[in-house]
């Protein structure tokens, strides 16, 4: 069956510093979503993505974040200078069309320091 | 934009009795309402879904329900065994684009 893969599965990064998130969506979806996690708390939207370019994006999604999709199969989502409160999970997802199921990938858990 | 609210945060029941999660949204738009189940550290996972023109959907012992009018929609869970244990989102979509997922409910199926 088809996944939503992620990586790393985990990253550690000094506080300042960039990181990349990379996921690979399945191969037929089009539209795409960064999610966050901090621990024990809800799924919070950051950003979606449809057509090479983000079709919506939260107050969460400020000037330090970015995505991309360089290659027609990766979708990265940078963070320029990581903050403390950045530490979370990160689940990228996919959907076929705007009438399917989303589907998530296993996260990134970043940790900043 | 949507609100999602959902109850109770956590949920403890003996194996083989029934669970029932709520969750209520704000705006009357949203028309489809997945639950996801995520297992500790692991991805949230579909467990079942209903779309706004369903007022009912069942998938063995699991069963959504979802009342238009007063914009709530529950999961239900019969005859629950430990391996139901997890925390459970329901979502609501709005305008086919992102999902707003309310705040989970942490179920623990007492053996």
């Known amino acids: 069956e088809p996944e939503v893969t992620q990586t790393p599965s985990h990253q550690v990064t000094q506080m300042g510093q960039e990181v990349i998130l990379r996921c690979v969506p399945i191969s037929n979806h089009l539209y795409f979503y960064w999610y966050r996690q901090i621990l024990g708390q809800k799924v919070e939207f950051l950003v979606s993505f449809y057509n090479n370019e983000i079709s919506e994006k939260s107050e969460i999604f400020d000037d330090q974040f970015s995505v991309e999709r360089p290659d027609g199969s990766n979708f990265t989502l940078k963070i320029r200078s990581t903050k403390l409160e950045d530490s979370a999970m990160y689940f990228c997802?996919?959907?076929?069309?705007?009438?399917?199921?989303?589907?998530f990938g296993q996260g990134t858990r970043l940790t900043v320091v | 934009g949507e609100n999602v609210e959902q109850h109770p945060s956590t949920l403890s029941v003996q194996e083989g009795d029934s669970a029932v999660i709520k969750c209520t949204y704000s705006d009357s738009a949203s028309n489809y309402f997945p639950w996801y189940k995520q297992e500790l550290g692991k991805r949230p996972q579909l467990i079942i879904d209903i779309r706004s023109n369903v007022g009912e959907k069942k998938d063995q012992r699991i069963a959504v329900t979802l009342n238009k009018t007063a914009k709530h929609f529950s999961l239900h869970i019969t005859e629950t065994q430990p391996e139901d244990s997890a925390v459970y989102f329901c979502a609501a979509h709005l305008a086919f684009n992102k999902f707003y997922f309310g705040s989970g409910t942490k179920l623990n199926v007492k053996p």
């Open positions: 997802a996919s959907r076929e069309g705007r009438k399917s199921e989303a589907f």
